[in-house]
């Protein structure tokens, strides 16, 4: 099996990005799964363009993509990506779309194709916080998350697609206050083991795993 991870370049006004650093430190190998790690930049389009690139280079069974989500204290898997750019900033080339469909032609919504609540799992057997998220929210990552979706749907392949958010490191929140955070080391363990259960898991677990509100 091959898994392609992404992760992206820092955006608003960040110095680093944990999901290119947290990517770069995955192992080659997860479980018999040779890894094969891209960075893409926060750029509407453009982020998609390189996957597509990638996808005809190294033809992988399954896309995972790594994103930050400032603010959230555990590795978040997530269920669903929208067909909406509302963007709250702007991309790093200074793009913001504004309730703008990713897609025309796309549905409302596409849902991850990966065992979301396996990898949640696997994660906390591990003692790190992990839990579904039902939102990917209307940036970049929930673009890549849709966008993925959509590609892999319009080309009739069987490849399997989905995203993870994970938290700030610590040195992004020295001056922001109450700011939860992760190291990065556990970060890439929590990852390692979000992986292994994709490659060992071809259909989901059966478990609680949605929310209240």
């Given at each position: 099996?091959?898994?392609?991870?992404?992760?992206?370049?820092?955006?608003?006004?960040?110095?680093?990005?944990?999901?290119?650093?947290?990517?770069?430190?995955?192992?080659?190998?997860?479980?018999?799964?040779?890894i094969?790690?891209?960075?893409?930049?926060?750029?509407?389009?453009?982020?998609?363009?390189?996957?597509?690139?990638?996808?005809?280079?190294?033809?992988?069974?399954?896309?995972?993509?790594?994103?930050?989500?400032?603010?959230?204290?555990?590795?978040?898997?997530?269920?669903?990506?929208?067909?909406?750019?509302?963007?709250?900033?702007?991309?790093?080339?200074?793009?913001?779309?504004?309730?703008?469909?990713?897609f025309?032609?796309?549905p409302?919504?596409?849902?991850?194709?990966?065992?979301?609540?396996?990898?949640?799992?696997?994660?906390?057997?591990?003692?790190?916080?992990?839990?579904?998220?039902?939102?990917?929210g209307?940036?970049?990552?929930?673009?890549?998350?849709?966008?993925?979706?959509?590609?892999?749907?319009?080309?009739?392949?069987?490849?399997?697609?989905?995203?993870?958010?994970?938290?700030?490191?610590?040195?992004?929140?020295?001056?922001?206050?109450?700011?939860?955070?992760?190291?990065?080391?556990?970060?890439?363990?929590?990852?390692t083991?979000?992986?292994?259960?994709?490659?060992?898991?071809?259909?989901?677990?059966?478990?609680?795993?949605?929310?209240?509100?």
């Amino acid at each position: 099996m091959k898994i392609l991870v992404t992760g992206f370049d820092p955006f608003g006004g960040e110095k680093m990005n944990p999901s290119i650093e947290s990517v770069k430190l995955l192992p080659d190998s997860i479980a018999d799964a040779t890894i094969i790690k891209l960075e893409i930049p926060t750029v509407v389009y453009k982020s998609l363009s390189i996957i597509h690139d990638a996808i005809q280079q190294y033809q992988p069974d399954v896309v995972l993509s790594i994103g930050q989500a400032g603010g959230r204290s555990d590795i978040t898997i997530e269920r669903v990506g929208i067909n909406m750019n509302d963007f709250r900033i702007k991309d790093n080339e200074g793009n913001q779309p504004i309730d703008q469909a990713i897609f025309e032609d796309g549905p409302a919504a596409y849902f991850s194709s990966l065992p979301i609540k396996a990898m949640v799992n696997e994660i906390q057997k591990s003692n790190i916080p992990a839990s579904i998220s039902n939102t990917a929210g209307t940036f970049v990552c929930n673009h890549v998350l849709y966008g993925v979706r959509y590609m892999i749907e319009h080309e009739n392949s069987t490849m399997k697609s989905g995203f993870i958010h994970i938290p700030f490191v610590p040195q992004q929140v020295v001056n922001k206050t109450n700011m939860p955070s992760m190291a990065l080391e556990t970060i890439v363990e929590g990852l390692t083991c979000a992986i292994r259960a994709i490659v060992e898991n071809e259909v989901d677990i059966k478990t609680i795993g949605g929310k209240i509100s």
